[in-house]
């Protein structure tokens, strides 16, 4: 099944559920189906970790599990897939910067398969076509008709047959679904370090799930800093150690120059410029890595629960 028609058949869930899970659905004047999942409305706990699933094709279970003891807040959220490459790297990855003059935003989800406009997929060899596209912008603003057409157009489909979910950071099912990306900046940061992602066989994800800002740009650090300094991913790999090895260090966040303080204050160092931030610190603060040929177990990285609590507030 695509991955379009996977995340579809969560969206249609959404919904049909808006009231329960306090979210807000609506038409455009051209047919996107726009679900609210924080703009205007306080969404939830499930509607974050359907909003995660969504990023994510319905090809991984997102759920809350309690936090280890170590970190500041009691609930973690976890992700867990068969299919990595597709569910993060073809899905989640927030990698397509939306742009017309009326909108600006960063797009994920299964949409950006159908667009296939980054190098990205070239790379993993993925692409799709598919009859509906769903998409997730991360946004406080509702998606206009000028970027739904853009989507729709870069899609193959007409502004009917899509569906667009989105939600501020600064909201709770905003934070889920931006914490939930832990295995995702694990996988990224190993394929820019030349790791063939295509021997990545399945993954974990978890990090401490921060409170809720009231702004944001503050929500971004937040989220940031539960995978930069609590992250934790596992992965199980095929083919040979010696690769592993070479880049393992290289892969958790405490091997960029940047790594040590709560990502509001390294943004504000660089005047909040993301592109100007070492592209290494994104990444999940511990790597676990099994080889499933050799059976070799090799773990990297550290957690900074110090950080943590700064970042929180709780010091």
Request: charged letters at 20%; glycine letters at 10%; one cysteine or more.
């Amino acid at each position: 099944m695509k991955l379009n028609d996977r995340a579809k058949y969560i969206t249609d869930t959404l919904i049909d559920l808006a009231d329960d899970l306090k979210i807000a659905s609506s038409s455009s004047k051209d047919g996107t189906n726009l679900i609210d999942l924080g703009a205007s409305v306080i969404g939830g706990l499930e509607a974050g970790r359907l909003l995660a699933e969504v990023c994510l094709a319905g090809l991984a279970h997102v759920s809350y599990v309690a936090s280890p003891n170590i970190f500041p807040t009691t609930t973690a959220v976890q992700i867990d897939t068969d299919h990595p490459v597709q569910a993060c790297m073809a899905s989640q990855y927030a990698g397509w910067q939306l742009a017309t003059d009326d909108y600006f935003g960063m797009g994920s989800g299964p949409m950006r398969a159908a667009a296939g406009k980054e190098t990205l997929f070239s790379d993993i060899g993925f692409t799709e076509q598919a009859a509906h596209i769903v998409g997730v912008i991360e946004s406080k603003q509702a998606p206009t008709a000028s970027v739904c057409k853009l989507i729709a157009d870069e899609c193959g489909v007409s502004p009917n047959n899509l569906t667009i979910a989105f939600a501020p950071t600064s909201s709770l099912a905003g934070t889920v679904q931006v914490v939930a990306r832990s295995l995702e900046t694990a996988l990224h940061k190993m394929h820019e370090l030349g790791f063939d992602l295509a021997r990545v066989q399945a993954g974990t994800g978890l990090a401490p799930l921060p409170p809720v800002a009231g702004d944001d740009l503050v929500g971004i650090g937040l989220t940031n800093d539960a995978i930069l300094y609590g992250g934790e991913v596992s992965i199980w790999i095929t083919g040979d150690d010696e690769s592993i090895e070479a880049i393992g260090n290289k892969i958790p966040s405490g091997a960029s120059k940047d790594y040590g303080k709560p990502f509001l204050e390294i943004f504000k160092e660089y005047d909040h410029d993301f592109y100007k931030i070492d592209p290494h610190l994104f990444s999940p603060a511990v790597i676990n890595i099994n080889n499933l040929e050799t059976g070799r177990y090799f773990r990297f990285g550290r957690f900074n629960s110090n950080v943590l609590e700064h970042s929180f507030g709780l010091s």
